[in-house]
């Protein structure tokens, strides 16, 4: 029997069909374990009728754990996500924080943000909207990261996984994700709630580098 990198040449040289050996390695044990090439999708959660007691029920939800996401409760009451965002949007008066705030996408100076490619599609999907180097608002040298993925996740996700050997880029994308799950919810509130002190620090800095927060 071929193995994954034999047979992803193969079919390269005969059918001029470009295969990942990983992907070959995946439909292998797709084939072996169901006896078929295409997962099967699980069952959709059941659209029900939203009625007094499934209201009640997901009122109740929000009211004991107001930062719950509407997936969180679809799947802890056994209810669609629609039917949870019916009954949120219905009883509940939502208010638009940002509305009227003038938006823009920030990038740093990191060389895949500096691409061409990059820099022309920021350019048709954000006019003006977006800073960056050689953008519409240049951005400074050595500008301090105040956002909480740049001064703490990407660094803390980056030791996590590199601890890790990794088989292929599909392994590593599954370890980020296992990874990126596995972070404590009280350190992602830590990190905000740093954030708006390294924003006064970079005030009293006149916006110039400081020292991290310990």
Not at 16 to 25: C, D, E, M, Q, R
Not at 139 to 151: F, G, I, Q, V
Request: glycine content about 4%; charged content about 30%.
């Amino acid at each position: 029997m071929l193995n994954d990198r034999e047979a992803a040449r193969r079919a390269r040289r005969e059918f001029n069909v470009a295969l990942k050996p990983s992907t070959v390695g995946k439909w292998r044990k797709l084939l072996l374990e169901t006896g078929r090439m295409q997962k099967i999708k699980p069952p959709r959660m059941p659209r029900i009728s939203t009625d007094a007691e499934t209201t009640k029920r997901i009122v109740e939800a929000f009211d004991a754990s107001p930062q719950k996401s509407t997936p969180q409760a679809a799947r802890e009451l056994h209810i669609s996500q629609s039917s949870v965002c019916r009954v949120l949007k219905r009883g509940w008066n939502f208010v638009n924080l940002c509305k009227g705030i003038s938006k823009r996408r920030t990038l740093d100076g990191a060389p895949p943000h500096y691409a061409i490619a990059v820099r022309e599609i920021l350019d048709d999907h954000l006019q003006n909207r977006w800073v960056g180097r050689r953008g519409s608002i240049e951005w400074p040298a050595r500008s301090p990261d105040l956002t909480a993925c740049d001064y703490w996740l990407w660094g803390y996700l980056k030791e996590k996984v590199y601890a890790r050997k990794h088989q292929d880029v599909d392994m590593l994308k599954l370890v980020i994700e296992e990874e990126n799950r596995a972070i404590p919810l009280n350190m992602y509130h830590n990190a905000m709630n740093d954030f708006l002190k390294r924003c006064q620090l970079c005030l009293d800095a006149n916006g110039e580098q400081f020292e991290a927060i310990k």
